[in-house]
């Protein structure tokens, strides 16, 4: 059974750093593409930021590009995610998934997901 752990959320006034850890079990991430997703309240799921297999391809959501960094340590089967510049609409419920395949090497848009992690809560304060 696969299982991802975030860990890393808490309560930070707005211009503040997160970083945010998600420890896989039970699947080797190395071959598989990571994201981090982010639920705000009363708004739709977004892919915050993705990265693939290999580490070549990197995907950022407009509003967070330049001040959030994803990364991997297939090492130590971890993904993070270093969140700098923190604004208070950064507030949401983040989550870090796992792709389904191995090796992916296409769109962002066409990624399935089959394992989430439980979510932890970021909230930015003003």
Same mark, same amino acid.
């Given at each position: 059974q696969v299982q !991802?752990?975030? =860990? %890393? %959320?808490? !309560?930070?006034q707005a211009g503040g750093s997160l970083r945010l850890s998600c420890a &896989? @079990? $039970?699947?080797? +991430? @190395?071959s598989y593409g990571m994201a981090w997703f982010r639920q705000a309240p009363g708004k739709e799921r977004e !892919?915050? &930021?993705g990265i693939a297999w290999s580490g070549a391809? +990197?995907?950022?959501? /407009? =509003?967070?590009? $330049?001040?959030?960094? +994803? =990364?991997?340590d297939n090492a130590k089967n971890t993904v993070y995610l270093q969140m700098n510049s923190l604004k208070p609409e /950064?507030? &949401?419920v983040y989550y870090c998934a796992i792709? *389904? *395949?191995p090796y992916y090497s296409g769109?962002? =848009? %066409?990624?399935? #997901? /089959? #394992?989430? %992690?439980?979510g932890t809560q970021v909230t930015v304060s003003s």
């Open positions: !991802l752990v975030e =860990s %890393g %959320g808490g !309560l930070v &896989a @079990s $039970g699947r080797t +991430i @190395s !892919l915050a &930021a391809r +990197i995907y950022y959501v /407009d =509003s967070v590009k $330049g001040r959030f960094t +994803i =990364s991997r /950064d507030t &949401a792709n *389904r *395949r769109t962002y =848009s %066409g990624v399935e #997901y /089959d #394992y989430w %992690g439980q």
